[in-house]
């Protein structure tokens, strides 16, 4: 007998459809999820948290796909107004190079409201703003 292929997404949706067949077998009472947790061979917590999905949107299995790792932001991302001083001065005076436009710069870089003085950007930092808006080239190495 051949082995059975799978892939996460199907297991996914065979957990959640096997949650709602006995969902409404209880007719919406108490379903027991740690066996069905064991069944499919995951913890508890994310059996749950894959239900809490499928519930929340209506009992759409697409609630159910792998979801985006990636931070909603960075709270030690440089501000966009620092990155835009920096670049316009770099439009200012076509001349300096990516070490002027940045760290030890005449580029005075005023504070974010009821925060302490922003410091200086980091070569690389400034370098990839530059690079991103067309202002230099990327280093050679």
Known sequence: MPWVKTDAMKERVKFALEWERRWKATHGGRVD?????????????????????????????????????????????????????????????????????????????PAASGRAPAASPTFSAVAAWLCRVGGTSALSR
Not at 33 to 61: K, N, Q, V
Request: charged fraction near 25%.
């Open 33 to 109: 999820m740690a066996e069905l947790c064991r069944m499919f061979g995951i913890s508890p917590p994310t059996g749950y948290l894959w239900i809490a999905r499928y519930r929340a949107a209506g009992h759409d299995l697409r609630a159910l796909q792998e979801q985006s790792r990636r931070p909603h932001s960075n709270p030690r991302a440089t501000a966009l107004h620092v990155e835009e001083l920096v670049v316009d001065a770099r439009k200012e005076r076509p001349r300096w190079g990516r070490a002027s436009c940045g760290r030890g710069s005449s580029i005075a870089i």
